[in-house]
């Protein structure tokens, strides 16, 4: 009995590697510390060039994260003041406009992001646009540099875990096993960081999880290689970020790559602090704004939810009711059932149609689901939604209703129902179809819903109209042609479009638009 505990514990032991006692743990950080000398270094300026993966905009759900070009990037990190200044500059480049993301990228998109301390802002030109809800994604990216991982570990209380393996998931990854020393820090009181130090006493890549509406604790690391000195401070001049994880060996399977960003540094700055950042006063007293929806009676029977970025349509049956798309976050999903709720009492919400798989929006439709709701939802995304998004699986950092409380079994009225080409819900009176919007490219099983006795046609991201009088674009583009095509393929003889982005907007408007108008 005692060597067959033994083995278990060797086993273990293999399988999860060792803790390090503490004293340890402070001699490896001085090492790497001494080595890559960041006692030396408050804050840094580089600039770099390379790509953006889009985050949760995949063409299809194997596909990577779409990618557009960043032909310049410019990242100033004090972490002494606990700030950073960062700016991009995005084009389309040589990457194939497929996916979401508000691609195709016409000339150039800059991007001007900030934090100090708690705060947040974007800049458009000298206006400064307070973003508290990212705010502490963007405190814990300075953390995630090599540096700001060292200092922050110093300063607490890591723990030192030693194991095989065959090195970081991505492109440090090999065949030959090594033994991996890693630095393991809980940063900002919330997140669980990993740091891998290799032999040369390099933090080779560092790991955490970040909340998502649609993935729960989502996977988040960084790789750092080809180190060169600058001024006695080593720095890595090739970056790679994953969003998600980039093996098939975790989930989700139906996600493959998630490349997310990718830049080639051509200069480094130690002690270059970039500009002197203060935080306005307009940011100092921006908070998180509250969820606002607000109705608007399309017919009888039938809303337009609006109120922000991302509509919802409400469809009333004789028994139930219909939802047109679940976008966004659970606050906002709670929200939209709420106003049904007050629409329509006392009549459950038995469908909601989602339009697409991109994270914008289907970060809702667990809610909806753990509502009781049936999700409508293209044949291509069933497996990823019913494995992995609807998945029961606990989420630590920010618990949903369908984490906290799962139903007991899928099938006990929470279902999944698919379209191939063409589907309908019914109650023998109204009549709500949905069609699959073929040869588009913004996304692989793309859904629209049309109500022909209203002739009302009901869609996402292929056609957001422009503020009224405004000058048509010299070519529609490729995804508003693709709905038109569908359309007529279809059929269908719509007189309202009714986006869930916008406005609503006659048909003839639409036609007028991309040029087709007799």
């Given at each position: 009995?005692?060597?067959?505990?033994?083995?278990l514990?060797?086993?273990?032991?293999?399988?999860?590697g060792?803790t390090?006692a503490a004293q340890?743990?402070?001699?490896?950080?001085q090492?790497?510390s001494?080595?890559m000398?960041?006692a030396?270094?408050?804050c840094?300026?580089y600039?770099a060039?390379g790509?953006?993966?889009l985050?949760?905009?995949t063409?299809?759900i194997r596909?990577?994260?779409?990618?557009?070009?960043?032909?310049n990037y410019?990242r100033?990190?004090?972490?002494t003041?606990r700030?950073m200044?960062e700016e991009?500059?995005l084009?389309q480049?040589?990457?194939p406009?497929?996916?979401?993301g508000?691609?195709?990228?016409?000339?150039?998109?800059r991007q001007?992001?900030r934090?100090?301390?708690?705060?947040?802002w974007?800049?458009?030109?000298?206006?400064?646009?307070?973003?508290?809800?990212?705010?502490s994604?963007r405190?814990?990216?300075?953390w995630?540099t090599?540096?700001g991982f060292l200092?922050?570990?110093?300063?607490?209380d890591?723990?030192l875990?030693?194991?095989?393996?065959s090195?970081?998931?991505?492109?440090l990854?090999?065949?030959?096993?090594r033994r991996q020393?890693?630095?393991?820090?809980?940063?900002l009181?919330?997140?669980?960081?990993?740091?891998t130090?290799n032999?040369?006493?390099l933090i080779?890549?560092?790991?955490?999880w970040?909340p998502?509406?649609?993935?729960?604790?989502?996977?988040?690391?960084?790789?750092?290689s080809?180190w060169?000195?600058?001024?006695g401070?080593?720095?890595?001049?090739h970056?790679?970020?994953?969003?998600?994880?980039?093996?098939?060996?975790q989930?989700?399977?139906?996600?493959?790559?998630?490349?997310?960003l990718d830049?080639r540094?051509?200069d480094?700055?130690?002690?270059e602090?970039g500009?002197?950042?203060?935080?306005?006063?307009s940011v100092?007293q921006a908070?998180?704004p509250?969820?606002r929806v607000?109705?608007?009676q399309?017919?009888?029977?039938?809303y337009?939810l609006t109120?922000?970025?991302h509509?919802?349509?409400a469809?009333e049956?004789n028994?139930f009711?219909?939802?047109?798309?679940?976008?966004q976050?659970?606050?906002?999903?709670?929200?939209?059932i709420e106003?049904?709720y007050?629409?329509?009492p006392n009549?459950?919400?038995?469908?909601?149609?989602?339009?697409?798989?991109h994270f914008d929006?289907l970060?809702g439709i667990?809610?909806?689901?753990?509502?009781g709701?049936t999700?409508?939802?293209?044949?291509?995304?069933?497996?990823?939604y019913?494995q992995e998004v609807?998945?029961?699986?606990?989420?630590?950092?920010?618990?949903?209703?369908?984490s906290?409380?799962?139903?007991?079994e899928?099938a006990e009225?929470?279902?999944l129902?698919?379209?191939?080409?063409?589907s309908?819900i019914t109650d023998g009176?109204?009549l709500?179809e949905v069609?699959?919007v073929?040869?588009?490219?913004?996304s692989?099983?793309?859904?629209m819903a049309?109500?022909?006795?209203?002739?009302?046609?009901?869609?996402?991201?292929l056609?957001t109209p422009?503020?009224?009088?405004a000058?048509?674009?010299a070519?529609p583009?490729?995804?508003?042609?693709?709905?038109y095509e569908?359309?007529?393929?279809?059929g269908l003889?719509?007189s309202t479009v009714v986006?869930l982005?916008?406005?609503?907007?006659?048909?003839?408007?639409?036609?007028?638009?991309?040029g087709?108008?007799?």
């Amino acid at each position: 009995m005692m060597n067959v505990r033994l083995r278990l514990l060797g086993a273990f032991l293999a399988l999860f590697g060792g803790t390090v006692a503490a004293q340890d743990v402070q001699d490896v950080l001085q090492a790497v510390s001494a080595n890559m000398g960041a006692a030396n270094l408050n804050c840094v300026t580089y600039t770099a060039t390379g790509y953006v993966g889009l985050v949760g905009q995949t063409f299809d759900i194997r596909s990577d994260w779409p990618r557009v070009a960043v032909s310049n990037y410019t990242r100033s990190v004090n972490y002494t003041a606990r700030s950073m200044h960062e700016e991009r500059v995005l084009t389309q480049g040589d990457y194939p406009a497929r996916g979401g993301g508000r691609q195709p990228i016409q000339g150039e998109r800059r991007q001007v992001w900030r934090v100090f301390d708690d705060y947040a802002w974007n800049m458009q030109g000298d206006n400064p646009q307070p973003a508290p809800n990212v705010a502490s994604r963007r405190q814990l990216d300075i953390w995630l540099t090599p540096h700001g991982f060292l200092k922050a570990a110093m300063a607490g209380d890591p723990t030192l875990i030693t194991r095989y393996e065959s090195g970081a998931l991505g492109g440090l990854s090999s065949t030959v096993q090594r033994r991996q020393r890693i630095i393991s820090l809980t940063l900002l009181n919330t997140y669980r960081v990993n740091a891998t130090v290799n032999s040369d006493n390099l933090i080779e890549r560092i790991q955490t999880w970040i909340p998502n509406p649609v993935r729960g604790d989502l996977n988040y690391e960084a790789e750092y290689s080809d180190w060169q000195t600058y001024d006695g401070v080593k720095f890595p001049t090739h970056f790679h970020h994953h969003t998600d994880w980039d093996d098939e060996t975790q989930p989700p399977n139906y996600n493959g790559g998630h490349n997310s960003l990718d830049l080639r540094i051509s200069d480094v700055q130690p002690n270059e602090c970039g500009p002197a950042l203060s935080v306005p006063d307009s940011v100092r007293q921006a908070s998180v704004p509250p969820v606002r929806v607000e109705s608007e009676q399309l017919g009888e029977g039938l809303y337009y939810l609006t109120g922000g970025s991302h509509h919802s349509v409400a469809v009333e049956f004789n028994d139930f009711i219909a939802v047109v798309e679940a976008p966004q976050n659970q606050a906002r999903a709670l929200a939209v059932i709420e106003e049904v709720y007050q629409l329509f009492p006392n009549k459950p919400i038995r469908y909601v149609v989602n339009t697409h798989h991109h994270f914008d929006h289907l970060g809702g439709i667990r809610t909806f689901f753990h509502e009781g709701a049936t999700i409508v939802a293209h044949s291509t995304n069933r497996n990823f939604y019913k494995q992995e998004v609807l998945s029961y699986a606990p989420w630590t950092l920010e618990p949903d209703l369908l984490s906290l409380h799962p139903p007991t079994e899928f099938a006990e009225g929470y279902q999944l129902e698919t379209v191939d080409i063409k589907s309908a819900i019914t109650d023998g009176t109204r009549l709500l179809e949905v069609y699959y919007v073929q040869s588009n490219p913004h996304s692989e099983g793309m859904l629209m819903a049309y109500l022909p006795a209203e002739r009302m046609l009901i869609e996402a991201d292929l056609f957001t109209p422009s503020a009224p009088n405004a000058a048509p674009p010299a070519q529609p583009s490729a995804a508003q042609m693709a709905l038109y095509e569908n359309v007529m393929a279809y059929g269908l003889n719509p007189s309202t479009v009714v986006p869930l982005h916008g406005r609503t907007v006659p048909w003839s408007e639409f036609l007028e638009f991309i040029g087709q108008a007799e």
